[in-house]
C-alpha cells in the first residue's frame, strides 16, 4: 500500500514559529489601510449625494405637470 503522509496543521497565532506579536509593528506594517478606508468613505458619500440628487430629479420629473394637450400623463 502506500505511504501514509501525516499533515500537521498548524495556526500561526498560536504558534512560536511565527514569532512574537508587536502591536507597534502592526501598526506600522497596516497604516495604509486607514487611508483606503477614508479613501472609499469619501467616495461613497460621493456616490450617496449624486444617488441623492437623481432621485429629487425623479421626483421632479414625475411632479411634472400634464402635457400641452390636456391629457395627463398617465392616459
Known amino acids: 500500500m502506500g505511504k501514509s503522509v501525516n499533515l500537521h496543521h498548524r495556526d500561526p497565532r498560536f504558534d512560536d514559529l511565527s514569532g512574537r ?40 420629473k414625475t411632479n411634472v405637470s400634464p402635457a400641452k394637450d390636456g391629457k395627463s400623463r398617465k392616459e
Open 21 to 60: 506579536y508587536n502591536a507597534k509593528m502592526f501598526e506600522e506594517n497596516y497604516e495604509f489601510i486607514k487611508d483606503i478606508k477614508e479613501r472609499e468613505k469619501k467616495e461613497l458619500e460621493k456616490e450617496l449625494e449624486h444617488v441623492g440628487e437623481n432621485e429629487k430629479t425623479k421626483k421632479k
